[in-house]
């Protein structure tokens, strides 16, 4: 009886204990203790083997690898997913976190996050693509409604990334669609990815202030893997080809490749 | 203290007001889903779209109404048709705008919510999205869904019925959906002879009673009771050299070569032709093809490689069977007619 009597409180004393700790992690601090500022992401796309060239709609740029001359009319991806990492350990998490990167629309190309309580981040944990819960959970709204013209109506999924425009070939020029996409099973290319904020890029968010990280973004690794354009100028669904361009070999493609798709180069 | 009051007062008021916005038209409709007793429950939980008898009215508006259709000249209704178990006009292959064609035959609507995937090769996960297909394609209503926005914001009488039924003052495509959704996985049949039966309220003949042993026997592996299909994929044996090869374009897997969806045969009477195709117009050319007409391929569905069989007897004793499954009060429910505009 007394062994039963004791383990009841030794049980009791950790679930407290285990109650206690948990909250200690998931409190934040109340706006009115520290005040919230902004976080503005500023994405500027670059191509080559030290982002020498600067990636916009309807300029010729050459891959590095390859050999191609490329001239995007369109590109377009997903970002999802935005929590952002505080020293302590709490996280502050963006609600409906769905967002089209549109080289064409400079404004997609800062992504505005408010409301964060005021104090040092270490991370940024984000998503490249719509994760798969979205993808089949019906009609959807705002970044991911139909009219964005992301979405495969036929065989039901988002388009993750969408890259169109003409390269040359023996001086004629030629059409490539790279339509990405697959959220299940071995086609699957989402990718979660961390943004690391430390040493001369540390993040601190200030009350009522905006902080602006600067982040260079390499379309070009989306040929780390695959082949030339002039091999492989059409991707329309998810399988083998999607995932070389956006995982390639050894996770070193577009979407996931740890070091050179998306760079932290300045926070200010 | 006076303005303390006035204060007060109009508090009070704010907060009525606002309590009279929550209980508005939408919360007061007692308007259900009707799970038939011999059915599971429906795959489709309307958990994001909750049900209301505005949203479902209004879904059956935007049915009928061409406004869908890139020249306002068709609307959903023009290939899925009441009178035919909400199929197309017992023609093999449907005409969208500009007169184009499709290469597969209009599918029956009914009892959609209890299907996971939709169209012929299963391309589409959700009753919510499958109309992004027919809407924006070519061969069809060929819109896009930004300009139907645009069109449906335009338009008074559905800028009231949208308000109405989600309480929203500015259409997406989202409701467009939602609407959509409420009516057709509203579109239930079950209330044919077949299903009096099977609630004792009436008895089959002899012939529909060896025909019901026959499919019990032959069919009801694929075309499972009582929602008469499995929602599985097969290759049926009409070809050996496919000129559509069907699942096969969605899961990229050669061993989904030549295979559809399993249709349901409710209301079967009223939906030919039949086949992916159209290409069968009959019963009885059904019938005589699944005994002895199945082409041999390696993704033949092992349950017809060797055809059925059947006599021209036992043919037709299923086919009586199958006219068992007519549901007049389905193809003749006003609740799913064209709506009068008033």
Redesign the interface.
């Known amino acids: 009886m007394k062994t039963i009597k004791l383990s009841i409180a030794a049980v009791a004393a950790l679930i407290l204990g285990l109650t206690s700790c948990k909250k200690e992690e998931t409190v934040t601090p109340t706006p009115s203790a520290v005040g919230n500022g902004s976080v503005s992401v500023e994405l500027s796309h670059k191509f080559g083997m030290m982002n020498e060239q600067t990636l916009a709609i309807g300029s010729p740029v050459v891959h590095p690898m390859k050999g191609d001359t490329l001239t995007f009319s369109k590109f377009k991806y997903f970002i999802s997913n935005v929590k952002f990492k505080k020293a302590d350990g709490t996280y502050w998490t963006e609600s409906e976190s769905y967002h089209i990167v549109d080289l064409a629309t400079p404004g997609s190309l800062k992504l505005n996050f408010s409301d964060l309580p005021a104090g040092t981040y270490t991370q940024m944990e984000y998503t490249i693509g719509v994760d798969s819960a979205r993808n089949v959970s019906g009609a959807q709204t705002g970044a991911l409604s139909s009219t964005n013209d992301m979405y495969w109506d036929w065989n039901s999924g988002y388009i993750m990334l969408k890259a169109e425009g003409t390269y040359k070939d023996n001086k004629a020029d030629k059409m490539f669609a790279f339509h990405l996409g697959g959220f299940s099973g071995a086609d699957n290319i989402v990718t979660k990815r961390t943004m690391v904020f430390e040493g001369a890029t540390a993040l601190t968010v200030t009350k009522d202030q905006t902080s602006t990280v600067g982040v260079e973004v390499n379309p070009g690794l989306l040929w780390h893997s695959a082949p030339s354009v002039k091999t492989l100028n059409m991707v329309h669904m998810p399988g083998a080809a999607a995932k070389l361009m956006a995982l390639g070999d050894g996770g070193l493609g577009f979407f996931a490749n740890p070091m050179y798709s998306f760079q932290v180069k300045s926070v200010k | 203290m006076r303005k303390i009051l006035i204060l007060f007062a109009f508090t009070l008021f704010l907060v009525s007001c606002k309590k009279e916005v929550v209980i508005s038209p939408i919360t007061k409709d007692a308007f259900r889903f009707n799970q038939p007793e011999q059915f599971s429950s429906p795959h489709y939980n309307f958990e994001?779209?909750p049900l209301t008898e505005k949203g479902f009215e209004l879904g059956r508006y935007l049915f009928y109404d061409p406004i869908l259709s890139l020249d306002s000249s068709i609307s959903c209704s023009s290939c899925h048709a009441q009178a035919h178990g909400f199929a197309d006009h017992n023609i093999p292959l449907s005409k969208g705008v500009d007169k184009k064609f499709g290469t597969r035959n209009a599918p029956a609507l009914m009892n959609l919510a209890w299907s996971t995937s939709f169209?012929w090769d299963g391309?589409?996960?959700?009753?919510?999205?499958q109309p992004?297909?027919p809407l924006?394609s070519e061969h069809e209503l060929g819109e896009?869904?930004?300009n139907l926005?645009i069109k449906l914001n335009k338009n008074s009488f559905y800028k009231k019925k949208f308000k109405e039924a989600f309480g929203v003052e500015t259409i997406?495509?989202?409701k467009l959906?939602?609407a959509l959704?409420q009516f057709t996985s509203m579109l239930i049949s079950s209330n044919a002879k077949y299903d009096q039966v099977m609630a004792g309220k009436t008895s089959f003949t002899n012939q529909e009673q060896q025909g019901y042993e026959l499919f019990k026997a032959k069919c009801a592996n694929c075309h499972t009771e009582p929602l008469f299909t499995d929602y599985s994929y097969r290759n049926t044996g009409l070809e050996s050299n496919f000129k559509d090869i069907g699942r096969e374009?969605?899961t990229?897997d050669p061993a989904d070569r030549g295979k559809f969806k399993v249709p349901t045969l409710r209301n079967v009477e009223f939906t030919y032709p039949y086949m992916h195709d159209g290409r069968l117009f009959n019963l009885e050319q059904v019938l005589t093809f699944k005994s002895n007409g199945i082409q041999d391929s390696p993704t033949l569905d092992t349950s017809l490689k060797n055809g059925l069989n059947l006599s021209k007897e036992e043919q037709q004793a299923i086919i009586v069977f199958l006219k068992t499954l007519s549901d007049y009060t389905f193809i003749g429910n006003p609740m799913y007619a064209e709506p009068v505009i008033q």
Do not use: F, P, R, S
């Open positions: 994001n779209n169209m391309g589409v996960n959700h009753i919510e999205v992004l297909v924006t896009t869904m930004a926005v997406n495509d989202q959906l939602h959704a374009k969605v990229q």
